[in-house]
C-alpha cells in the first residue's frame, strides 16, 4: 500500500513539473507555429487559435497583456485551447493587444527554447457568428463527394445543410443568401430531378427557371437585398487540360448572359442589353442597397482558340426594384487592359468594391497568379490589398455584414486545396494580415483532403432540416 500511494506521488509530481516547465534558454527569433497566427487581428468571437509546432515534444504558450500572464497552456506538440478560457479572454481584453509566448522543447533544445513572443490584436469588431461554404474533392468532371455546410465562427462545429446523396450523386452549388439570412438562400441541385432551390421564410420550393421563359438555367446568383429578386448569370461553360502549364485547367464560357428572376410573380426578366452573343456577362452582385447591379463582361471571342484574350470589365447599371427595370447608362467601373475581373462584391457601406484579378478568362481558381484587388467606389482609388495576396491563388471572398472582416478562398498552403482566410479592414480601409479559419486540430488543415469554396457570411444558424431540402430535391 505504502509502495502504491508513493507511485502515485512521484507520478502527480512528475505530472506537476511537466505542466511548469521553464525553457533554459531564450531565443531571439519567433517560433514557427502553424497555423501562423503572428501578428494578426480577430474578431471578439472568433474560435481558439489552436496551433502546433512540428518535430516539437512539448510545448508551452503563455498568454499575457501589458506582461501580466493571463493564463497558460501547455501540450505535446499541438497547443489546444479550452474554448471558455479563450471566451473569458477575448471578452476581457477587447481592443487590446495580448502577446503569446511560446517554449518548446525538442531534439534541438532538450532542456527547452523560449521564443520571441508575438502580439495578437483583438479588435472591438464582431464577426457574423456563421459562414456557409461548398466542401468539395479538387477533382476535374467528379461532382459525387460535395456538401454545402456551415460552420459556426466562435467554435468548430460543422454541419451539412445539403449533400451531393440526396441529388443522386449529383452537384449541388452556388448557394446564396438575402442579407446574410439564414431563413431566405438557395442554391442548385443539378441532374434530375433537381432545379433551384429557394428557401424563403425557412419554406423550401424549387425552381426550374428554363421554363420560365428563357430557356436557360441559372449558374452564379446573387439575391436583391429587398428579397423580391435573385439575379442570375446563365453560363455555357466547358473546361480544357494543359500539358506543360502550372495552371493544369483551364475552364471558360462559350457563353454567359444574364437574368432576372423575380419571386413575386415567378417571372423571368430579360434586358437585350446582357442577352446575345457578342459578349460575355458574368458574376452579377447587387449593391447593398439594391439600386445598382455590378457584373463582368468581356467581348465574345472564338473560343478554346483566343481564350487569352478574354478580359473582363467590371460593369454597373442602375436598377428599379419597383418595376424590376435596369437604367440606360453602363457605367464601367474597372476597365479590363491586362488583366481580367472576377467576382465583384460590394462593402455593406458601399464604400468599396473587391474583386479577384487575373490574366485572363473568367474562372481564377485555376491561375496561380489570380490576387484579390479593391477600388474605393469613391473616385475608384485602389486600395492596397497586398496583405491580403500569397504567390499561389486568391479566389472567391464575402463581406462580413458589418463590413469589418472577409473571408476568401486561397491555395497558398500547397497549392492544390483552397482554404478559407480573414482579414481585418479597419475604418481608414487598411486590411490586416490574414490568418486561416481555425480548426479544432490544427493539423486538420492539411489533413482534410477537400477544398473549401464559395464561403459566405450568414447572420445566425441554418435550421431548416436536410430531410425538408432532400424531400425538394427529389420531389
Known amino acids: 500500500m505504502k509502495q502504491l500511494l508513493l507511485s502515485l506521488l512521484t507520478f502527480f509530481l512528475y505530472i506537476g513539473c511537466t505542466e511548469n516547465r521553464i525553457a533554459s534558454k531564450l531565443g531571439n527569433t519567433y517560433p514557427d507555429i502553424f497555423p501562423d497566427y503572428k501578428g494578426i487581428s480577430i474578431p471578439i468571437n472568433i474560435a481558439p487559435l489552436n496551433f502546433t509546432v512540428r518535430n516539437s515534444s512539448h510545448i508551452k504558450a503563455v498568454f499575457s497583456n501589458n506582461n501580466q500572464p493571463l493564463f497558460s497552456i501547455e501540450g505535446k506538440n499541438k497547443i489546444d485551447i479550452p474554448l471558455k478560457k479563450w471566451q473569458h479572454m477575448l471578452s476581457d481584453n ?54 454545402i455546410r456551415q460552420r459556426a465562427l466562435n467554435c468548430f462545429k460543422e454541419d451539412i445543410i445539403i449533400s451531393s446523396n440526396m441529388n443522386e450523386k449529383g452537384c449541388v452549388n452556388c448557394h446564396s443568401f438575402c442579407n446574410y439570412s439564414p431563413t431566405e438562400f438557395m442554391f442548385h441541385a443539378r441532374t434530375s430531378p433537381g432545379g433551384t432551390i429557394i428557401i424563403k421564410n425557412n419554406q423550401p420550393t424549387k425552381v426550374q427557371l428554363s421554363q420560365l421563359g428563357s430557356s436557360k438555367e441559372g449558374t452564379y446568383p446573387h439575391w436583391h437585398p429587398s428579397g ?3 439575379i442570375f448569370s446563365t453560363n455555357t461553360t466547358r473546361q480544357s487540360f494543359y500539358s506543360r502549364n502550372p495552371n493544369l485547367i483551364e475552364v471558360y464560357d462559350l457563353e454567359s448572359d444574364l437574368v432576372l428572376y423575380d419571386l413575386v410573380h415567378n417571372t423571368v426578366i430579360t ?26 463582361t468581356a467581348p465574345a471571342r472564338q473560343l478554346p482558340k483566343r481564350l487569352k484574350e478574354i478580359k473582363y470589365s467590371i460593369c454597373s447599371v442602375s436598377f428599379n426594384p419597383d418595376n424590376g427595370s435596369f437604367g440606360e447608362t453602363i457605367d464601367t467601373i474597372y476597365t479590363a487592359h491586362n488583366k481580367s475581373a472576377s467576382f465583384p462584391r460590394i ?56 463590413g469589418r472582416w472577409i473571408i476568401f478562398s486561397s491555395r497558398r498552403l500547397d497549392g492544390l486545396y483552397t482554404r478559407f482566410f480573414i482579414a481585418h479592414l479597419n475604418e481608414n480601409g487598411k486590411f490586416s494580415k490574414p490568418f486561416l479559419l481555425p480548426q479544432k486540430d490544427p493539423d486538420e488543415n492539411n489533413l482534410r483532403m477537400k477544398s473549401f469554396n464559395i464561403p459566405e457570411f450568414i447572420k445566425d444558424k441554418i435550421t431548416i432540416t436536410r430531410s425538408q431540402l432532400d424531400h425538394t430535391v427529389t420531389d
Open 228 to 230: 423580391k429578386y435573385i
Open 271 to 296: 434586358d437585350p442589353r446582357f442577352n446575345g452573343p457578342a459578349s460575355f456577362e458574368t458574376f452579377p452582385a447587387w449593391a447593398p442597397d439594391g439600386k445598382r447591379l455590378y457584373y463582368c
Open 94 to 147: 477587447t481592443g487590446k493587444q495580448i502577446d503569446i509566448s511560446i517554449s518548446v522543447w525538442n531534439e534541438s533544445y532538450p532542456e527547452g527554447i523560449q521564443y520571441k513572443s508575438f502580439p495578437v490584436y483583438i479588435t472591438t469588431d464582431s464577426i457574423d457568428p456563421y459562414i456557409a461554404y461548398r466542401l468539395i474533392e479538387p477533382g476535374y468532371e467528379s461532382w459525387h463527394e460535395m456538401d
Open 347 to 402: 462593402s455593406p457601406d458601399n464604400q468599396y468594391l473587391l474583386f479577384t484579378e487575373s490574366d485572363y478568362a473568367t474562372f481564377p481558381i485555376w491561375h496561380k497568379e489570380a490576387d484579390l484587388k479593391m477600388i474605393s467606389l469613391q473616385g475608384s482609388a485602389p486600395v492596397d490589398t497586398d496583405i491580403l495576396n500569397s504567390t499561389d491563388v486568391e479566389s472567391y471572398h464575402s463581406w462580413s455584414s458589418n
